[in-house]
């Protein structure tokens, strides 16, 4: 087995063995995700993209690679860092190993690496930039240039779809805005026998309109929302012409367009055990989380968003609600790939929102906010 190092900004080093893919563009933030389970989900999630992800469970690859649990078609991680891979996984599923998958996406991988001594360091001092090395010959000049790398601002862009496309269906015509889309949510619409129309994170909100949406859905993505300003001005336009429901990256948009603010989390929420509670039913959801932002809670209050769901472990804002137009959205992963179910009735909301404006004949959402101020 050949040595593999995890080289950290601030001079930690971590020794491991390669497996996985060659060390082609071996920088990335280092982040750590909980699950047990779902790590294919988690390597092909769009949101990872430019991050090298710590497993933080001991054993992964134990049930293989199977062709129907990816979230999209290329993985966008930077890097895998286990404890221990398994080498012959054992699942009537599994149509190949953890390691033919990373060579044949060409993203490295080292293991044998103690990531509980890795995940509590980036507990402490918070997720910090990273690079995986096969020698630590050079070792200080590394560790500059490491330190001097400005990390991706354009992730959205890297992930989106360049060109719109349709998942026919009979049902409400959606349009997906793609800032990183995990096909997950494209399922759950597909199995509502919805008509979904796939659009770039940069499609206007005019270019939008034309498609005649009953509701538009803002997807999850990677990054700062704040980098996405193009889509922080489609869902200021959008606002009050369509239901829309937001997750993740879209759950933040929705909050930087109505002046709401947001901030960097110190190591984020990542993984599939993240308990939310929801301040209407005091339902408590467990939920598949995975951002590195989230919505600063007292910016809401000069806001016409209302929050209606909080995470236990830190209180951070979970979900939000306008109070005037027809708009929601939650922080987590509804569509649950990976993780719980619990909270997948959210697409049924969405759909019942739709009806209803239907219901009413046209009424608008902009006709109801006027009615409601006079």
């Known amino acids: 087995m050949c040595k593999r190092y995890l080289l950290l900004e601030d001079g930690s080093v971590f020794e491991g063995y390669a497996f996985g893919g060659e060390l082609n563009n071996p920088d990335g933030e280092v982040v750590f995700n909980t699950g047990m ?18 497993m ?16 999209s078609i290329q993985p966008a991680i930077q890097g895998l860092v286990v404890k221990e891979w398994a080498e012959y996984p054992s699942n009537f599923r599994n149509e ?33 930039k990273g690079r995986l090395l096969d020698s630590l010959d050079q070792k200080e000049d590394e560790l500059n240039s490491l330190r001097d790398i400005q990390l ?7 992930v989106s779809t360049s060109k719109p496309y ?19 949510i494209l399922r759950e619409f597909t199995r509502r026998n919805c008509h979904v129309t796939v659009v770039p994170h940069d499609m206007s909100a005019e270019e939008i309109m034309q498609l005649q949406p009953d509701g538009v859905m803002l997807s999850n993505g990677p990054g700062d929302p704040k980098n996405v300003s193009e889509g922080i001005e489609v869902v200021r336009e959008l606002l009050g012409k369509t239901p829309i429901f937001g997750i993740c990256l879209g759950h933040q948009l929705i909050a930087l367009a109505c002046h709401a603010d947001t901030v960097k989390m110190k190591f984020g929420h ?19 989380q995975n951002h590195g932002y989230a919505v600063e809670r007292s910016s809401l209050e000069n806001t016409d968003l209302i929050m209606t769901q909080y995470a236990i472990n830190d209180d951070t804002v979970e979900g939000l609600e306008h109070e005037l137009y027809n708009a929601f959205s939650v922080q987590y992963h509804p569509e649950s ?24 004949g046209g009424f608008s959402c902009q006709s109801e906010k006027t009615l409601i101020k006079s």
Do not use: C
């Open 37 to 54: 389970t779902g790590y294919q989900e988690t390597i092909s999630d769009p949101s990872y993209h430019g991050q090298i992800v710590t």
């Open 56 to 71: 933080t469970y001991p054993l992964i690859g134990n049930y293989g690679i199977n062709r129907d649990d990816f979230e």
């Open 96 to 128: 190949m190993t953890l390691d033919e998958l990373l060579k044949l996406k060409g993203i490295p991988g080292i293991h044998g690496v103690d990531t509980r001594q890795l995940t509590r360091l980036i507990r402490q001092f918070g997720t910090m």
């Open 152 to 158: 991706p601002t354009d992730q959205v862009k890297k």
């Open 166 to 184: 349709v998942a026919p269906g009979r049902g409400h015509r959606i349009v997906l805005i793609d800032y990183g889309m995990k096909h997950g």
């Open 270 to 288: 990542r993984g599939v055990n993240h308990p939310v509670k929801d301040l209407r039913t005091n339902e408590v959801w467990m939920t598949s």
């Open 337 to 360: 790939s990976p993780g719980p179910q619990d909270s997948n009735s959210l697409f049924d909301q969405f759909i019942s929102r739709i009806q209803s404006e239907k219901d009413k």
